[in-house]
T-cell receptor
Framework: KAGVTQTPRYLIKTRGQQVTLSCSPI?????VSWYQQTPGQGLQFLFE???????NKGNFPGRFSGRQFSNSRSEMNVSTLELGDSALYLC?????????????FGEGSWLTVV | GENVEQHPSTLSVQEGDSAVIKCTYS??????FPWYKQELGKRPQLIID?????GEKKDQRIAVTLNKTAKHFSLHITETQPEDSAVYFC?????????????FGIGTKLQVIP
């Protein structure tokens, strides 16, 4: 069974640009959540999608957005990039939403903003 | 919302010694507590979890204890080995699905010295 797949793995963007990251969950998983990981800040929750609906959202500005498609694949977008957005963005999937089931992480997308 | 505090932030032990990482949570309704291990450059992976109907759970050299009254839970690693070196994250959730989320601690960097 394939794990959670994220693309791209590494990318470099310039301040002011926008970026879209993609996540394919484990087959059969309908919940996809996104986290930002930076040194010293741990895993910061961005949002969770289940059956194409956003179930929960973390404390991030509106520049961070996401969506989920009917096949459960998800994308997150960051507009007007800032230097502080440089981080590892992790996608995770689970069978059920809201922490009711084990979540499985992808390898992440390393974003560097210059 | 839920707040999870984790300490220590770094921990160095000699190979063969035990390591203990502690977490406290704020929401008394939380009842699912997973622990994740993240090796350098890799994805976080679930190593053990506990639900509020049990006080302790073991899996070989790893154990987790839960004190619901005090709202804290701990990860115990015995007979540590160099491959245990990683960042460990604790987490808490209500485990009831819906619109809840999993809240992570800030992480503990464990170094096992050969």
């Amino acid at each position: 069974k394939a794990g959670v797949t994220q693309t791209p793995r590494y990318l470099i963007k310039t301040r002011g640009q926008q970026v879209t990251l993609s996540c394919s969950p484990i087959s059969g998983h309908r919940s996809v959540s996104w986290y930002q990981q930076t040194p010293g800040q741990g895993l910061q929750f961005l949002f969770e999608y289940f059956s194409e609906t956003q179930r929960n959202k973390g404390n991030f500005p509106g520049r961070f957005s996401g969506r989920q498609f009917s096949n459960s694949r998800s994308e997150m977008n960051v507009s007007t990039l800032e230097l502080g957005d440089s981080a590892l963005y992790l996608c995770a999937s689970s069978l059920a939403a809201g922490g009711a089931d084990t979540i499985y992480f992808g390898e992440g997308s390393w974003l560097t903003v210059v | 919302g839920e707040n999870v505090e984790q300490h220590p932030s770094t921990l160095s032990v000699q190979e063969g010694d035990s390591a203990v990482i502690k977490c406290t949570y704020s929401d008394s309704a939380s009842n699912y507590f997973p622990w994740y291990k993240q090796e350098l450059g890799k994805r976080p992976q679930l190593i053990i979890d506990i639900r509020s109907n049990v006080g302790e759970k073991k899996d070989q050299r790893i154990a987790v204890t839960l004190n619901k009254t005090a709202k804290h839970f701990s990860l115990h690693i015995t007979e540590t080995q160099p491959e245990d070196s990683a960042v460990y994250f604790c987490a808490a959730s209500k485990g009831s699905g819906g619109y809840q989320k999993v809240t992570f601690g800030i992480g503990t960097k464990l170094q096992v010295i050969p």
